[in-house]
């Protein structure tokens, strides 16, 4: 039986022509690792007593779950003393993790969703986890502000997503390739080599819970999909809403559809920009979509064009097949 082409082979082949990828390949190894234990926790779930709410907050005011804490806890214990990582930012620490210095600091700056779809945890659903990798300029210990990076700048974006399979999905900056966890090997296997979103696509995503607060640009277009064949698109949409953004964007590199978190009236009078956050969710998945030949954007910029300028910045989100996120950035354009 053929055995499949591991993700350590896979960077080793690709990574060769790369100046000093040493480092980088090593923290992905790192990154998968943590990615095979959490997928571990997250298939025994109750059995491994990791359900449930942890009882306190993050800085965002959103409740954490138990295992949102022990996910970060996993990627700071696997990444903080190998020397490859300058400084750790999450959804779930109110500034970055400096590394210890006890420890060997290194030039990458990892920011990362430890566990996305939190919601979905006590139900079985899908999660994931999104990463963004940077890298650190000059020899000073981080401080928060050199996290503060454009989409351009990351040098690999991916995600892990926990569902009847895990896989792993990552770009370099060339393309975006998908790997199953094979459980038997302990080992991500290259599946999925070169995932593409196609241009067109009749599949759409957004919490239509919220419709009452959406403004204009956005109702105009999902009012147009639901009208189906008869309507001005001309096509019959259908919709898909997993709860978890690594759920949702993982099937748009696999069959194409437009993902929407957008701003809304109700965001509006709370102060928020928007839903998701920009430096670990936003731009990973910006990046991947990008580089698989889709559009991401916030129906005013594109996504990896913003300068960030706090760690849990958030912003509205539209991303996936070009043809329709084209469409509502031109509807976007056309209420201004
Ligand atoms: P997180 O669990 O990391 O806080 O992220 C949840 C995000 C995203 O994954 C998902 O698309 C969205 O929130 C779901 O939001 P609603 O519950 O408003 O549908
Ligand atoms: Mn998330
Ligand atoms: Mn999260």
């Not at 759920?247 to 929407?260: E, K, P, S």
Request: proline fraction near 4%; include cysteine.
């Amino acid at each position: 039986m053929q055995q499949g082409v591991t993700l350590d082979e896979f960077l080793a082949e690709h990574m060769a022509n790369m100046p000093d990828a040493a480092d980088l390949r090593a923290l992905l190894g790192d990154i998968a690792t943590a990615c095979i234990d959490l997928s571990d926790l997250v298939r025994r779930g109750e059995l491994a007593g990791v359900l449930g709410a942890a009882g306190q907050e993050n800085v965002q005011g959103e409740e954490q779950k138990k295992l949102d804490i022990i996910a970060n806890d996993v990627f700071i214990e696997l990444t903080e003393s190998t020397g490859r990582v300058a400084g750790l930012a999450s959804e779930e620490m109110d500034n970055h993790y400096p590394i210890p210095e006890k420890h060997q600091r290194g030039r990458y700056l990892l920011t990362f969703d430890p566990l996305d779809g939190s919601s979905n945890i006590d139900v079985n659903g899908s999660t994931g986890t999104i990463f963004s990798i940077t890298e650190h300029a000059g020899d000073k210990p981080p401080v928060d502000a050199d996290f503060l990076q454009s989409g351009r700048q990351q040098v690999c974006a991916g995600y892990c997503l926990y569902s009847s399979a895990s896989m792993l999905v990552l770009t370099l900056g060339n393309g975006v390739a998908g790997f199953t966890l094979d459980n038997k090997r302990n080992a991500f296997v290259l599946t999925h080599p070169n995932m593409k979103v196609p241009a067109a696509t009749n599949e759409f995503a957004i919490n239509a819970a919220y419709s009452e607060h959406w403004q204009a640009p956005v109702k105009k277009y999902i009012e147009q999909c639901v009208a189906g064949k008869e309507g001005p698109i001309g096509k019959a949409f259908n919709m898909r809403w997993a709860g978890s953004m690594v759920g949702d964007i993982h099937r748009i590199l696999c069959r194409g559809g437009i993902f929407m978190y957008p701003l809304d009236e109700r965001m509006i009078k709370e102060g928020k920009d928007g839903k998701l956050r920009l430096l670990y969710e936003a731009n990973p998945m910006g990046l991947l979509i990008e580089q698989a030949g889709g559009m991401a954007h916030t129906g005013l910029v594109s996504i990896l064009d913003i300068a960030p300028d706090n760690l849990h910045q958030r912003v509205p989100v539209l991303m996936g097949s070009k043809e329709e996120v084209q469409r509502v950035v031109d509807y976007h354009a056309s209420a201004t």
